[in-house]
């Protein structure tokens, strides 16, 4: 999958769980290449799905920009046509689906939690009874730097999200949400705006510290 300056250097960590369906596709890393930059199948709590098979399908291509962390037992499907554009430092959870007909671009930072859907098409046709009228099934997803979809949420198609928003778990995104502030807070069915001037802290060192504070 990769030219043999990069792949020798190991930057695609599989876990054994993981189960190739197609990689028929292409890959490409827009970043320097070092060993375990990607790994596939490891990360999220898989004391909840211990074991449960990862599901790659790659008929389309994948970029990889920086650090991506694949959590266990997730969905990862690139269409023919596909393009699946992730940026620096991604991190999801276990089964968490992406399904990428067209185009979906996750920015830098970003934390999709387990069970949640990042779909780029409605698979079907829907006809409005009324005018006749068919829109196209596919349509892009843009998810911006330093977001947090919480758990059971799904993105659908048509969805921007911008950066530093967080999406309340079991939400449904099919807006664009570009026009919010940063810091904002969205949620629902379908989601909206909730508030504003909330930040999710991603510093790994802050968040530690912040919890032993907590404890004592």
Request: charged share 20%; aromatic share 10%; proline share 2%.
């Amino acid at each position: 999958m990769l030219p043999f300056k990069q792949a020798i250097l190991f930057p695609i960590i599989v876990s054994r769980h993981v189960s190739f369906h197609s990689l028929k596709g292409e890959i490409v890393l827009e970043t320097a290449p070092k060993s375990g930059l990607v790994t596939i199948g490891f990360s999220g709590d898989d004391t909840i799905y211990p074991g449960k098979k990862f599901f790659f399908k790659l008929d389309g291509k994948i970029i990889f920009k920086g650090k991506a962390n694949l959590g266990v037992g997730s969905i990862i499907r690139v269409d023919k046509n596909g393009v699946l554009e992730i940026g620096d430092n991604l991190t999801t959870g276990h089964s968490v689906k992406i399904i990428c007909s067209k185009y979906v671009k996750i920015g830098n930072t970003v934390r999709i939690a387990w069970e949640s859907q990042v779909i780029d098409t409605n698979f079907h046709y829907l006809r409005n009874v009324e005018n006749g009228e068919i829109k196209d099934r596919v349509g892009n997803i843009i998810i911006g730097d330093f977001v947090w979809v919480g758990n059971r949420s799904t993105v659908q198609k048509g969805t921007v999200l911008g950066n530093n928003t967080i999406v309340t778990s079991n939400s449904i995104c099919n807006s664009n949400f570009s026009n919010l502030e940063k810091f904002s807070i969205i949620g629902g069915m379908p989601a909206k705006f909730i508030k504003s001037g909330i930040e999710r802290i991603f510093d790994i060192d802050e968040e530690i510290a912040i919890s032993k504070r907590f404890q004592n």
